[in-house]
């Protein structure tokens, strides 16, 4: 089955960089991949999702121009390039594919929620401090 994988994560200091990565297996041929993120007490949220198809990405207003999602030339692999961390950036980082069933390829330009994600991976810390 299709299986997500994180790594990447850890702790950095505000303004700081770090770059997540989710190791793709399992024979996904979807196109619409993405990194949430979920603080503890709050909701999980969509942080940058990827149409591989035309390379379109959608970004949440609060990482605009401080996070870059991408993928490897081979596919296997997605980034989130993640520059001038603030605290609010602290929480659990997953990594999420949508099946090409349910999510079109412009709907997931669009920023799909999470309830359109079918696959997950475990999920990888970052904490940001001062």
């Known amino acids: 089955q299709i299986q997500l994988v994180e790594s990447g994560g850890g702790s950095v200091q505000v303004g700081g960089s770090l770059r997540l990565a989710c190791q793709v297996s399992?024979?996904?041929?979807?196109?619409?991949m993405g990194w949430f993120r979920q603080a503890p007490g709050k909701e999980r949220e969509g942080v940058a999702i990827?149409?591989?198809?035309?390379?379109?990405?959608y970004y949440a207003d609060s990482v605009k121009g401080r996070f870059t999602i991408s993928r490897d030339n081979a596919g296997i692999t997605l980034f989130l390039q993640m520059s001038s961390l603030k605290p609010e950036d602290t929480a659990t980082y997953y990594c999420?594919?949508?099946?090409?069933?349910?999510?079109?390829?412009?709907?997931?330009?669009?920023?799909?929620?999470?309830?359109?994600?079918?696959?997950w991976g475990q999920g990888t810390q970052v904490i940001v401090s001062s």
């Open positions: 990827l149409s591989t198809i035309g390379e379109i990405a």
């Open positions: 999420a594919a949508a099946h090409p069933a349910v999510v079109s390829d412009s709907y997931c330009s669009t920023g799909p929620g999470k309830r359109d994600f079918a696959y």
């Open positions: 399992g024979g996904y041929n979807g196109y619409c």
